[in-house]
């Protein structure tokens, strides 16, 4: 299982401040020989992450104390072994966090007065992320899904086993229940219509309280996305299942972004590997398409030249932090260290890091995303001003 991420904890690191914030990024592999370099890895970063804290102006032994929580992982085999993609861990006196998540972070440490967020704002990005809702009469999982892979996510907020609160035996159903869906083409959401076969009333009744179920998975569902996602975010749903049971969560479905085409069959006998090929053969295109329409409109705005669209690295910055920025683009792979004064709303851009400097870009889009506006994170050729930031304002 990976350990859920939502926005909470974004908010939570990004109100960090002071001196000494320590932000390591690495990728991770939870098996194979791989594995075994992954402390080794760690204790490497570690000892970077002294040193800058050292040249920072930090005593040695402050230093240490700061970075311990994270030390003491390095002879944990058991937290080895349930890595999943990448690790990013967040040191300062104040406290230790780390994560696991599904992609992989190149090898990073940042010593500033915040914890350096851009890598892990890849979990908000636009055009990045989906979910898999796998739902059967037994049981219903989700997974949270990249370009990459594919992982779990723990729902404990789910309702009981689908068998139990229909009160039927699933060999049962199974029997009594033939669903046909007739559609106008393979695969699409748009006037279905469904085909109940069976013995009397009794159908009816599992029809009913498939749906009345689903409405309750639904509500689980909405909560949790909710948790998992910023404002604004609506990452794609899919949803994995036995043909019949797809048109009945799509009636009760109230999630804005559910995919019209579906994952078809049982999904308890794929592998996670299988429903990740599966998923990303639907939303990939969907995905790309967002990305590139946002890019489309900030040329278009751009060319107008009304304002509503802007390269300037100061102007974004500021915007940014009063909210005016709706969508932002910013290169993953550059950093632009300066300061920023809010009472002053004053932006300094420097050459080089200077004393208190932060990152500007990741400035930028920490309090887009926290001010319900879109991040699009790529690499600076994929940026459409040529610079290494974009914005669309809202006004």
Not at 65 to 81: C, G, T, Y
Not at 135 to 160: C, N
Not at 268 to 287: C, D, G, R
Request: charged share 25%; net charge neutral.
């Amino acid at each position: 299982m990976m350990t859920i991420w939502s926005k909470g904890e974004l908010q939570r690191l990004a109100a960090e401040q002071g001196t000494w914030c320590a932000s390591i990024y690495m990728p991770a592999y939870p098996a194979g020989a791989e594995m075994k370099q992954d402390s080794i890895r760690l204790k490497k970063l570690l000892a970077e992450a002294e040193r800058l804290l050292v040249d920072g102006g930090l005593r040695s032994p402050k230093a240490r104390e700061i970075l311990e929580p994270a030390r003491a992982l390095i002879p944990n085999q058991d937290f080895w072994q349930r890595q999943s993609q990448g690790l990013a861990l967040f040191c300062s006196p104040n406290g230790f966090y780390h994560y696991q998540l599904p992609f992989e972070f190149k090898e990073l440490v940042v010593v500033a007065q915040r914890f350096h967020l851009k890598p892990l704002i890849q979990i908000y990005r636009s055009g990045h992320r989906f979910f898999v809702l796998a739902i059967s009469r037994k049981k219903v999982k989700l997974f949270e899904g990249t370009q990459y892979k594919l992982a779990e996510v723990d729902m404990e907020r789910f309702p009981p086993k689908l068998a139990d609160e229909l009160q039927y035996e699933a060999t049962e159903m199974e029997k009594e229940l033939t669903f046909h869906a007739a559609t106008p083409g393979a695969g699409s959401r748009a006037k279905r219509s469904a085909l109940f076969r069976g013995h009397g009333i009794r159908l009816e009744d599992i029809k009913t309280n498939t749906r009345e179920y689903f409405n309750r998975v639904d509500e689980a569902m909405y909560e949790m996305l909710t948790q998992l996602q910023m404002p604004n975010e609506e990452s794609p749903l899919v949803i994995a299942g036995i043909d019949y049971l797809h048109p009945i969560y799509w009636d009760a479905n109230t999630y804005p972004n559910l995919m019209d085409d579906g994952i078809k069959g049982n999904p308890w006998l794929m592998t996670p590997e299988e429903l990740h090929k599966k998923a990303w053969v639907i939303v990939s295109p969907y995905l790309a398409n967002e990305q590139e329409k946002s890019a489309a409109l900030y040329r278009k705005l751009k060319a107008k030249g009304e304002g509503l669209a802007a390269k300037d690295m100061k102007e974004i910055v500021l915007a940014a932090y009063l909210g005016r920025v709706r969508t932002l683009f910013v290169a993953l792979d550059k950093k632009q260290w300066g300061s920023f004064s809010p009472d002053l709303r004053r932006v300094e851009v420097h050459e080089k890091e200077m004393p208190g400097d932060e990152d500007l870009l990741d400035f930028a889009a920490v309090h887009t995303l926290m001010k319900g506006g879109n991040v699009y994170v790529a690499e600076s050729d994929k940026i459409p001003s040529g610079e290494p930031l974009a914005a669309i304002y809202r006004y």
